[in-house]
């Protein structure tokens, strides 16, 4: 896997003319993520963050390789993930060169747009859209609400568990969702009734972009997943937990999650995660060994990532009286039971086909202890424990004008750290469903 060596763009030392990318604590010149972007009037394009600001890909063109005619794309970079990886490492190289050497200052400078004039844009056409369930410790958590002396299912060692979401809700960071409305019936309720949900939850995720594909009837074999992985993301899978627990049986989770779900803008490339592989975690003597389909030496030895993931909220209280966000909880991306690879390997393994810009969830991610824990049914233990703001306010759930910000940042010893951006978006009140008459 050439394609993911450490080379001379992962260098602590090397720093670009464009200074404030410089100990930036997002996107100094080892990041390099890409996305699409526009300003007020103009299309979508492709750019690349360095720093506060975004290189127009479009407006660099002929300093780019040659082969990198993707750009015709336009508003989407779906062409470009498709790629094979060093088509994508070319292009990392290159723009890292023409950032570090002030030789090229003069031709690049003009392309750099301040990152605040602009909107980003989901940055693919996503076709398909699937969930997983590798944060064991969320598995764990969850399933002791419904089992305390069961929790884990008996499939959950052996089986990557996942389920098909919806492609079509999917947001950038900063687009608000609305308070879905549903079906529920608590434990006590006599019936069922309809209305906003009372539960309305988030969940802590990565997301993995699904670089080239596979035919249909092909799987794809666990040493060659990372091939298909184009880069990662942070992934906030909206969750009305009441009506989710009303719906899941037996089918699994549908109008509970696929109201909204969102993501951060920047997709951060495998090339850029290079120096945050590390090894998979050991599993539990006791834990049955994973089928040899599931299992490759060198994943287990570097399909992890290091990422530190954290959760804030504001609530609209908070924001008035200027209070900074209240941290819900914080915790890292090794804490998978399943690797990436393990999930594009398994998704994969009866030959359905995987397309360029499709994304997959990791599921929750939680650690051990509390603190680490990626959403609120867990911190809250199904709403029995509220959380109390700095405001003094208490959460059971999410409430309207709340705005959840997931963040990620890897860092290893000995290399410049790399942050994912922002994942973000504010709760909007429930749309009434008006009765409409149909004798009209
Ligand atoms: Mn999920």
């Known amino acids: 896997m050439a394609w993911l060596e450490i080379d001379e763009t992962h260098a602590p030392e090397r720093r670009s003319w464009h200074a404030e990318a410089n100990e930036h604590p997002e996107f100094p010149i080892q990041n390099l993520p890409l996305g699409i972007f526009s300003r007020p009037g103009e299309k979508p394009r492709p750019g690349v963050a360095i720093g506060n600001h975004i290189i127009d890909l479009f407006a660099i063109r002929s300093l780019l390789p040659r082969d990198s005619d993707w750009w015709l794309d336009g508003g989407q970079l779906n062409a470009l993930l498709g790629l094979p990886p060093a088509a994508r490492r070319d292009l990392r190289r290159r723009l890292s060169e023409l950032l570090s050497d002030n030789s090229y200052r003069s031709r690049v400078e003009p392309g750099l747009i301040a990152e605040r004039d602009c909107t980003l844009h989901l940055p693919a056409s996503i076709g398909d859209y699937s969930d997983f369930y590798v944060g064991i410790h969320h598995a764990t958590n969850v399933g002791k609400l419904f089992r305390p002396d069961n929790p884990l299912l008996p499939n959950y060692k052996h089986v990557p568990i996942g389920y098909h979401g919806r492609a079509s809700s999917i947001r950038p960071s900063g687009v608000p969702l609305v308070r879905p409305s549903g079906q529920a019936k608590g434990p006590d309720d006599a019936a069922p009734k309809f209305g906003p949900t009372a539960r309305l939850d988030y969940e802590l995720e990565l997301g993995i972009w699904i670089g080239e594909g596979n035919e249909l009837g092909e799987p794809i074999p666990i040493g060659q997943a990372p091939r298909h992985v184009a880069g990662y993301c942070l992934l906030n899978d909206w969750s009305a937990r009441d009506f989710q627990a009303w719906e899941y049986v037996p089918l699994g989770p549908f109008l509970a999650k696929n109201f909204h779900t969102s993501i951060s803008p920047w997709v951060i490339t495998p090339e850029a995660l290079a120096p945050f592989r590390t090894a998979q975690a050991v599993r539990d003597p006791d834990d049955p060994a994973p089928l040899p389909y599931l299992w490759d030496e ?108 997931l963040t990620g940042r890897a860092e290893a010893p000995g290399y410049v750290p790399i942050g994912f951006g922002e994942c973000r978006a504010r709760i909007m009140p429930a749309k009434p469903i008006l009765p409409i008459s149909n004798k009209e």
């Open 298 to 405: 060198g994943d287990q030895s570097h399909g992890a990532l290091a990422i530190r993931l954290k959760v804030s909220l504001t609530s609209t209280h908070m924001r008035a009286a200027r209070m900074e966000p209240a941290v819900l909880s914080q915790g890292s991306a090794v804490d998978m039971y399943w690797t990436a690879a393990q999930i594009v390997a398994h998704h994969a393994s009866n030959g359905c086909n995987l397309n360029p810009g499709d994304l997959l969830g990791t599921g929750t991610i939680s650690g051990a202890e509390r603190s680490t824990w990626g959403s609120l049914l867990e911190i809250t233990r199904g709403g029995a424990e509220p959380v109390e703001l700095p405001s003094g306010e208490q959460r059971r759930f999410l409430e309207d004008g709340d705005e959840i910000v």
